[in-house]
């Protein structure tokens, strides 16, 4: 027996192997194996199982897995992706496992499991009726009411006296570091609008549908029903939803109506994301909710795959291997041939494009379910309000935190910074504070008292005066740390949660946070984007947007859209039970499009005006975007090496548009320079073969480092 492997040395190659007797039967497609190669030791995936081979081959070292992680499906998955993305096999592979499971890490993660001991004949009168220890009589009686007992109940020596007499056994049984096994309730009867959508989406012919329903429509509801129905025709089902909004309250939400789910996600420890990768694996659960991985979750007969927030820009890995799970969930599911539900209440524009053109099916729900009515969406203009002399709030935020606080009723602040300020500058020269490793502004930290590069993680202590010309520096921009300080000065009575990423370092205090403000142990929520998505508080009834034009002024196309999105999904925060709710958008910008249109909260009407610039600077949906980035330690040769590749690219396309190469808009990560090409395109086939080539071309230097990013998510 020859089995072909693939291993990782820089790029993809595969060796055939011999298999010694002793590991026929254990060999399976996609299990990982010791293989030697020239004096090292290196794990690979079997990727080909064949007879003999003509050649003299060196014999497989050892077997890593039992069962095949990678079955069928995902080994054509991954090489579609590596394909697609232009990516190496061996990355795409790896990234379908959890953590704990990679080849390449080598911490093992053990199975948990429990010893019991159980009566091996039942016929022990005669013992119970002769024997003097009482301890051993106890022990048997339990077992005799009880089939089994752990070995932890009772001590060692009479365990082991027993053993030792035959009367006795010990085993051990596998269990699971999450385990529950709830009394289920039965699903919420839909109400008109969502039957509705459930028939639109029932009766469609097309495999993907776009469920473009406001906050709060009850998307979430039909998601379940859609899941039920699959599991009624015994399929199973994924739901991605992001990394963010993967709380315990959307899990306890399904768990509450499904037993036997695998949840996937970054806040579990590796042993529990093993364990919850095993019933996978095992066949014990039929629905995994998770974010972008678990789209690789090893289910067969997939009924359906749902992305809630399809919007999320968490759904493209933003390093290599750079898969957008949205992409692999629509080639899963032509495999399983089942429906891919995408729900947003503000769906990427291209997606609406797609939707709209009848490439997807659309539904809408726009009411919301519980009766709850959409809040009333004021804009401040702060360019008046700074006149007057507020810098931070307006005066109407002011006067709405003081009405609700006084209604006993909650309050959430979105600034989208964290730190205390943005940066320091100089106020007379204008220096700014950067990092030597990266050209990129630093953030002061209060706390620490220290400026930090976000990016490779530099931190210098605050100098407080400019390095030019001595001037004491100032605070620039704003931080939710500065916010929250703002806010205690002004209500001193509040209670004040903050939530940023300083705040949730840790295992759990995210969840701390939300659950202290669910119980009311706090008046007020000051945070980031993180306090934006998936979250129901009933008692909040005023949000406030501190400084909506942050991410407007992001080099970035898609910078209206973001904007759009998330004030919009911070708006769906307020009022969401009986409670009406209120938003105070406060910006620079009053007259952009975005700010303005996310009031009335009309999706549609948003569109129609984004899609029009997309359409006038052939950005997508009108184009397709790849990214070249180029890498290298030498400033000239690097741009010379990027210069090359642009021209190589310009020679073997006609009609497509190239830029650059240009300085990256991170232009130097860690001493590394750093410049871009960027290709809009419609001829996605032919840019795909181009790029492979380019890859091909470039892979072997040790020079430079050439990255692709097929439509890229963010610049
Ligand atoms: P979305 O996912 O669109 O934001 P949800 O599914 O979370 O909306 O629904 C919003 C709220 O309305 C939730 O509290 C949910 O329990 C409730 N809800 C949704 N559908 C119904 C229904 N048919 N009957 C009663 N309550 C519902
Ligand atoms: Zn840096």
Redesign the pocket.
Known sequence: MVVSVLVEINIDKVFDYNVPDRFKDSIKMGIRVLVPFGNRTLEGFIIDIKNSSNFDLKDILDIIDKDAILNDELLSLGKEISKNNICNLTSVYQSMLPVGLKASSNRKISIRKNTYIRLINKDIKEFLDTSRSTKQKEIINYLLDNNNALTTMFDNASINALVKKGIIEKYTEEYYRINDNNEIEDL????PY?IDAYNQINNSHKDVILLN?V???????IYMHLIKDALDNKKSAILLVPEISLTPQIIARFKKHFNNIAVLHSGLSQGEKYDEYRKILNKEVNIVIGARSAIFAPLNDLGIIIIDEEHSQTYKQDHNPRYNAIDVAILRGKTHNCKVILGSATPMVEDYARAKKGYYELVKLDKR??NASMPIVNIVDMTKETKKGNKIFSEELLLSIEDRLNKQEQIMLLLNKRGYSSYLMCPNCGEVKKCPNCDITLTYHKTSNMNRCHYCGYADNNKEVCSKCNTKLVNMGLGTEKVEEEINKLFPDARVLRMDIDTTNNKGSHQKIIDKFMNHEADILVGTQMISKGL?FPLVTLVGVINADTILNLPDFRSSERTYDLISQVSGRAG?SNLKGKVVIQTYNEDNYAIKLVSSNNYEDFYNEEILIRKKLYYPPYSFIALVKVGGKDFNETLKEANKIGNYLRKNIDKEIILGPSVASLSRINNIYYFEIIIKYRDKDNIIKLLNDVKDLTIGSSKFNVQFDINPISF
Do not use: F
Request: without cysteine; proline residues 0%; glycine residues 18%.
């Open positions: 919420v009867k839909l109400n969502q329903g906050t709060g429509s009850g998307k979430t509801e379910a519980n129901d969401r």
